[in-house]
């Protein structure tokens, strides 16, 4: 990142304060969209319009729900600002002063203190990443049988370029950790909607938190962060769910906790410590933390009709999850081909096109799909491992084309 485009200076100057209108009610009634969930029901509205959003699929409006449509993923690497989904579990503050926002940095640290915008900017170099972002429970709503939790299609993840400081150097400004510390724990300007209610409150284990690439951003695609993706501040954390990724960041507390007692720490965001049957109850748990790889195929939808006895070019995005994407392999029932990485590589936490060309369509293509493998040997399952909430979705994704 360029210092001339985000300086100190302008990152208080350049956005003042950020406000967010209320919905706009498209002009259309009744624009709806099928998702396709086994478990039903399918149909999800496309309406109302957000402030600085196209078409989203919208699950709920307050706080936002918003699904990015899978046809957004068809072009380039790079999910826009105004397509990325979005994800809140509590309402947040819809008008923020940039000069008055303070980080609170305590806990097991030398001096706690209480950070300027101006200050966290100026706390380390500048640095980008490209990565995705994910929600944990993407996919959740074609769990067979079905889950509970919101039922996302597979749109709740994209792609962006975060740019800000390393958290190591935020906590530096504290005059660094206590030799004792384990975690690293974040909240923001988000509360709940009734007293008694849980904050949302997340924390990273040390090694995680002092990660080069693990920030504390304030710009996506190189503008300051929109208000529904946590302006001014928000966590970044390549190649783990979006759950770390705390939003408006208010405070960063270092403790010396070896699990973290915190509800959504301890009690939520976790799945089945081994593989479990619906119905199953009192197994052990583990957090949710580094994504497996995905991969779609976004050229074509499932029924749609593709031209028999003539080529056929399949295309499509695919991520390594927390590693280097390292193969993708188009596959169908007992047979498989290897397909083409496309030249635009963002990094190992990013999106990577993928292509293959079939010299002819001889007849219908039953449940085709696609598989990818990282660097690590991490493979998508051709059998989703169920798990009651509904987590970490990473099976093979199908579709039926239909030759005429």
């Not at 695609?221 to 770390?244: K, M």
């Not at 990013?350 to 060309?357: K, N, P, T």
Request: glycine share 10%; with cysteine; aromatic share 8%.
């Amino acid at each position: 990142m360029s210092e001339s485009r985000f300086t100190r200076r302008s990152l208080i100057a350049g956005v003042g304060v950020t406000a967010l209108a209320a919905p706009v009610l498209a002009q259309q009634a009744g624009r709806l969209i099928d998702l396709g969930l086994p478990g039903g029901p399918s149909l999800r509205p496309l309406e109302p319009a957000f402030p600085g959003k196209g078409e989203m699929i919208v699950h709920r409006i307050r706080p936002p729900v918003l699904e990015t449509p899978m046809s957004a993923f068809r072009e380039g690497t790079i999910t826009p600002n105004d397509r990325m989904f979005v994800r809140w579990n509590w309402p947040f503050p819809t008008e923020i002063k940039a000069s008055e926002h303070r980080v609170a940095v305590g806990g097991a640290v030398k001096r706690a203190v209480s950070l300027t915008l101006d200050e966290v900017a100026a706390a380390g170099e500048h640095v980008s990443v490209v990565a995705v972002n994910q929600c944990a429970g993407n996919g959740r709503g074609l769990s067979q049988p079905r889950v509970t939790g919101g039922q996302w299609g597979n749109g709740a993840m994209g792609c962006a370029k975060w740019t800000g400081v390393r958290l190591r150097d935020v906590l530096a400004k504290a005059g660094g950790t206590a030799p004792w510390a384990k975690r690293v724990r974040f909240a923001g300007l988000d509360v709940p909607l009734t007293d008694g209610a849980p904050q949302f409150i997340k924390s990273l284990p040390m090694d995680m938190a002092m990660r080069d690439d693990v920030l504390v951003a304030w710009a996506m695609n190189d503008e300051p962060l929109p208000i529904l993706h946590g302006f001014p501040l928000r966590i970044v954390v390549p190649g783990w769910f979006s759950t770390y990724w705390v939003k408006m960041l208010a405070t960063i507390e270092v403790i010396d906790d070896d699990e973290d007692p915190s509800h959504y720490m301890a009690d939520t965001y976790r799945f089945p410590a081994a593989p479990v049957q619906p119905g199953d109850k009192g197994f052990p748990t583990v957090p949710i933390t580094a994504m497996p790889p995905r991969s779609f195929i976004t050229s074509h939808a499932d029924g749609d009709t593709v031209a028999l006895g003539r080529p056929l070019v399949l295309e499509g995005i695919a991520f390594g999850g927390d590693a280097a994407l390292e193969r993708v392999d188009l596959v169908g029932q007992g047979w498989e081909i290897p397909c083409t990485l496309g030249p635009e590589d963002h990094g190992p936490y990013a999106f990577r096109r993928w292509s293959v060309e079939l010299p002819q369509v001889a007849g219908d293509f039953e449940q085709v799909g696609v598989r990818a493998r990282n660097v690590n040997g991490a493979v998508q399952p051709d059998i989703f491992v169920w798990n009651p909430s509904g987590y970490a979705r990473n099976v093979i994704e199908r579709i039926t084309l239909r030759a005429r």
